[in-house]
């Protein structure tokens, strides 16, 4: 419960901070407190996943491309979050590049989450997402807490210390 309730005070001060910033969410807003709709994907290995996957952990869900620059600076941070936090918590990334295209990005660099393609892009059109990166908090029951934009260095540093502390 401690470690539930860091991450959304973390996530609320860096989402009302970013409101403040050039780039706002004015239509993620309404999503907060939503069902995380992810139904009938494949992950990266091959394996139907859907939002049943999602519950009974918190869950990190980061929107990303291959070719977006800030969501290739933010890897290094996703990656150390993973690694701290262990099994404890799902990492998923989805992206609307091919799967051939992201498992040849993949041969070159290490992202370690649980990849899933939305090449028809439902999931971008349901968020009406306007930029990449974009990372979504789902609380134990697959609903939507927290959005936020690009994992930085301050936000890292937040998180990393959360994750530290917690597990």
């Known amino acids: 419960m401690k470690t539930i309730t860091l991450l959304l005070i ?6 009302n901070a970013q409101k403040r910033q050039f780039w706002t ?14 139904e009938n994907y494949k992950n990266s290995e091959g ?12 869950s990190f869900i980061n929107f990303w491309s291959t070719h977006c620059e800030p ?16 099994e404890k918590v799902n990492f998923i990334a989805i992206t609307y590049d091919s799967k051939e295209k992201v498992d040849q990005f993949l041969t070159k660099k290490t992202f370690n989450f649980q990849h ?9 059109s349901y968020f009406t997402l306007l930029r990449n990166p974009m990372t979504f908090m789902v609380d134990k029951n697959g609903n939507i807490q927290e959005i936020t934009g690009t994992i930085e260095k301050t936000k890292f540093d937040i998180l990393q210390k959360i994750v530290k502390e917690s597990f």
Do not use: A
């Not at 973390?10 to 989402?15: E, G, L, P, V, Y």
């Not at 969410?25 to 992810?38: Q, S, T, V």
């Not at 996703?78 to 936090?85: D, F, M, P, T």
């Open 10 to 15: 973390f996530f609320s001060m860096t989402f």
């Open 25 to 38: 969410y004015p239509d993620l807003e309404n999503k907060i407190g939503n069902h995380f709709p992810i």
């Open 47 to 58: 394996k139907n996943f859907n939002s049943n996957d999602l519950k009974g952990k918190i």
């Open 71 to 86: 969501c290739l600076e933010e890897l290094p941070y996703l990656n150390k979050l993973k690694e701290l936090s262990g």
């Open 116 to 124: 899933i393609t939305d090449s028809g892009q439902e999931l971008k």
